[in-house]
């Protein structure tokens, strides 16, 4: 009994179904509407409201039309395309303000974020200089195909150009310096040592010059980290370690930075009067040195090499590193630390760093296993006359004809001081 109800319940449902699915009966002698089959047992198709043709009815002829017939005038418009925005013109969409697409798009934010990407300012009450500006306006670095947000495009120059080309700069100065080891190995005094020393450098001088390099290479090897140690140690030490190691290393270069800055200004005030162009600078650089020609180049206290480090290297590069490194840090006063400047201060940060560490690596190369002799002249002060003759001639014989003083300043240190060499003739 019960399947017999539930079957009379379900034919029932059917028949309600297909009813409500019947076309509305028409008048009597009405034209069927525009889309809708003919009569019954009629095979001629039905013609929509755009396709009507002149035919041979009486509307045609000019005879006015049954009571009741339905003309074209009288049919309606086709409805709207499924999937167009109701009440909304495509030619208007991107001018309507937020209020606008919510009463016809509940839900649709575009317009307002069309206006945070766009880098206009826009109210805010926070005193900050850039606090209405949620979003940079779009910016393209060179090298990047197309404009986008100014902070996404500084993250790709810098994690692309930036960083690719100063990683490979400093690998290819390290090969340079390796071949020439190799190669042509250690520059050697080819005279023997005659007992007699020089003071090249006096202990305050060498207490600068270590605080500079120390500090110089504490700053290299927390930069590098900083720089490359997500590409390189972070798949190896983990997250968690690396992130301990780096935080380690920022703040060691925070507080290292400023006691650079100090001993690089330091370093130009005792260095610069050594350390002007001379004549013979252009016929060591010709020769590059003694690398190129016979024999070996002229030079004073310092060659033109160590000149163009000085003037190069630490100071116009160590200053725009430090200069660039306070503005990261924000140590600058009354200045405006906008977003734009940031991003500028760090590229220049990259570029000044990278260059210096390139620079660097020729110079203690040759201050330590390039040069015979080199790096106990900084470690102890002094060097025999044999060396000075040989890389410094024009520097030794200002000391032999009394113009520079062979110990410029006695050591304190109970050492004795070197006596006086012999006048030659």
Partial sequence: MKRWLAMLAMALAAGTSMAADAPAPRPQGAAPAAGQAGAPGSSA???????????????????????????????????????????????????????????????????????????????????????????????????????VTAGEAWRRFRNGPMIGIGGWLIIGVLAILAAMYFIKGPLKVHSPPTGRKIQRFTPVERFVHWTTAITFVLLAVSGLCMMFGKFLLMPILGHTLFGYLTYALKTIHNFVGPLFTVSIIVTFLMFVKDNFPIAADIKWLAKLGGLFGNGHAPAGRFNAGEKLWFWGGVTLLGLAASGSGFVLDKLVPNLEYTRFLMQGANLLHITATALMMAFALGHIYLGTIGMQGAYKAMREGYVDDAWAREHHDIWYQQVVEGKVPRVRAPEHDGEPVPPAAPKTI
Avoid: F, H, M
Wanted: proline share 16%; glycine share 8%; net charge neutral.
């Fill in 45 to 147: 198709p039905t013609k929509a409201a755009g396709d009507l043709a002149p035919d041979n009815t009486a509307a045609s002829r000019g005879a006015p039309a049954p009571v009741g017939a339905a003309t074209a005038g009288d049919i309606a418009p086709a409805a709207t395309p499924t999937g167009a925005a109701p009440r909304v013109e495509s030619i208007d969409i991107l001018k309507q303000n937020q209020a606008e697409r919510t009463r016809d798009q509940p839900g649709n934010n575009a317009p307002v974020w069309r206006k945070v990407v766009s880098g206009e300012p826009n109210y805010s009450s926070l005193p900050y200089p850039e606090s209405g500006v949620l979003i940079q306006p779009k910016a393209q670095y060179p090298g990047q195909p197309i404009p």
